[in-house]
């Protein structure tokens, strides 16, 4: 496992199909290259992390996906279409939605307002009534905290914002970036619980995490990036007690 594999690992969700896939994905900024040639399959069903070290790509992976990056090399195709260069409202039209780092809410608005941004393309009222209960019954302290102003709710409850306003969308796959950024050990577990129950009720996710114990612990797969290129892939369980791994990423535990 010192390199990527060719081909996916065995074990990979039974054979599900794949929903994302990138190839010698290569993004710069100005003269910066911050990703030189990544290539990740997502395939339905899973959750997929990536982890790695500030400024490793994995951001700009993400946004470079989501639309708000146009890519200098390369092809990302979802459900078999190429997206790379789309918009990004084209690319949440298709079935692809993020919650950001450092979660841009709205904080003048209320929270449901916020939810209601995150349909912004729909218009199927009963369907977002329901999808907004959905989210209620995810996160039910915004179901406490309906007309509160988003931005004097605390950093916990803003992630769990985040995280609603995308699934809104009723996205096929939901991209999390830095989930449990600045958040106590409590609500880290909190969210990562709820990930992995937004998962098995049939989301597909795409995950980057700093906090790679915790990523590696609920992805069925995983990807290491180092300085903009795939170093290591594996099941979450074979980087987590892979040697380079737990030394570069997990303190040596």
């Known amino acids: 496992m010192s390199a990527p594999a060719a081909e996916p690992a065995t074990g990979r969700q039974g054979g599900a199909p794949v929903v994302l896939e990138v190839q010698n994905l290569q993004v710069s900024y100005g003269n910066i290259a911050a990703?030189?040639?990544?290539?990740?399959?997502?395939?339905?069903?899973?959750?997929?992390?990536?982890?790695?070290?500030n400024g490793a790509g994995k951001s700009t992976t993400l946004r470079t996906i989501s639309g708000l990056i146009a890519p200098r090399k390369g092809t990302i195709r979802f459900q078999g279409e190429e997206i790379q260069g789309k918009p990004g409202h084209d690319v949440v039209r298709r079935g692809i939605a993020q919650s950001p780092e450092g979660r841009k809410i709205f904080g003048r608005m209320s929270v449901a307002e916020n939810l209601e941004l995150g349909a912004f393309q729909r218009n199927d009222r009963d369907g977002i009534k329901t999808d907004m209960?959905?989210?209620?019954?995810?996160?039910?302290?915004?179901?406490?905290?309906?007309?509160?102003?988003?931005?004097?709710?605390?950093?916990g409850e803003q992630q769990m914002l985040a995280i609603g306003r995308a699934l809104m969308a009723r996205p096929r796959l939901l991209m999390l970036d830095e989930p449990s950024l600045g958040l106590a050990p409590v609500l880290v577990d909190l969210i990562l619980e709820t990930v992995e129950a937004i998962n098995r009720e049939g989301t597909t996710i795409l995950m980057v995490e700093q906090n790679a114990l915790a990523a590696l612990g609920i992805a069925h797969y995983a990807y290491v990036l180092e300085s903009g290129r795939i170093k290591l892939e594996g099941t979450g369980s074979e980087l987590a007690k892979n040697d380079e791994v737990r030394q570069a990423y997990l303190g040596g535990a």
């Open 133 to 155: 209960e959905r989210v209620f019954d995810l996160f039910p302290r915004l179901r406490e905290r309906q007309q509160q102003r988003a931005g004097t709710m605390s950093g």
């Open 35 to 53: 990703v030189k040639g990544v290539s990740i399959a997502v395939h339905a069903g899973e959750i997929v992390s990536l982890i790695g070290s």
